[in-house]
């Protein structure tokens, strides 16, 4: 390889996790970011590198179009998707916990709010606000003026802040509640999931038409108890397993040894308000490996 060649790959590794992030926040799933990854490669490959002078801002900047460019496009066939769509989770390491912020932007309460944006907003609120990038840089990404990019970010900000989870839960309280929860769900105590539930809990199932799920959203914490419960009823050879999903305390379900399901939890005011079970095969490849998340 050549001199060119060498500074484009250590640049590019150098930078890599990051713009994993970027695109994995922007999209949701780790499947098409890895294949954003691989056309920012290509374009990034062929960049005059003599020409840039801010290989970071470069490199997200092309990663940000790409993913732009992607998400509109899966953002259609999500209309046609079997059930609720629910983000890819992804078994991250302990560093990514460490870094609250980080962690609070890429777990699934907060990935479920992002898709409520429209694309532009979603890429905008996600580079400002986690990433913290300049307006100015934003708005080379997103092909907006920075007086655009700045209005944009202030109704994005305004939108998120009405839906995401209310306060941010300390690890303890997260351990304590996913533990109360498991020792609940594997007895099938529906006394014991009531109290941890609340009120206004909402389940949703991702089976994509592959692995049985519901539907629909499932409310109200006598609704959802029951049918957790339900599930411990009919499957014996059960087991759940703590990990680290998405920033958070998490449980993988394993039937009969095999990935099953995995559940994350939305917490708000010491109890649960949503339950994200992920069963569609296609979205748990991740889940076999860390993935390496910075910011």
Sequence with gaps: ????????????????????????????SAADAEDVLQETW????????????????????????????RLRAVGRRRESYVGSWLPEPLLTAPDVADDVELAESVSMAMLLVLETLAPTERAV??????????YDEIAEAVDKSPAAVRQIAHRARAHVAARRPRGRVSPAESRR??????AALETGDVQGLLDVLAPDVVLLGDGGGIRPAVLRPVAGADK????????????????????????????????????????????DDGLVSGVYAVRNPEKLSHLRRETALRR
């Design 42 to 69: 290509l374009r990034w490959a062929d960049a005059d590198l003599a020409a840039v002078r801010d290989q970071r801002a470069y490199l997200v900047r092309i990663t940000t179009r790409l993913a732009l460019n």
């Design 1 to 28: 390889m050549d001199g060119h060649g060498d500074l484009a790959v250590d640049a590019f590794v150098t930078h890599r996790n990051l713009l994993f992030t970027v695109a994995y926040e922007l999209l949701g």
């Design 177 to 182: 509640v996913l533990e109360a929860f498991q």
């Design 125 to 134: 609120f996600v580079l400002r606000e986690v990433f913290d990038l300049a």
């Design 224 to 267: 959802v108890a029951r049918l957790l419960s339900a599930t411990h009823l009919r499957v014996a050879t059960m087991a759940l397993h703590p990990a680290q999903v998405n920033g958070h305390p998490a449980l993988i379900l394993r039937l009969d040894g095999a990935l099953d399901t995995v559940l994350t939890l939305r917490i």
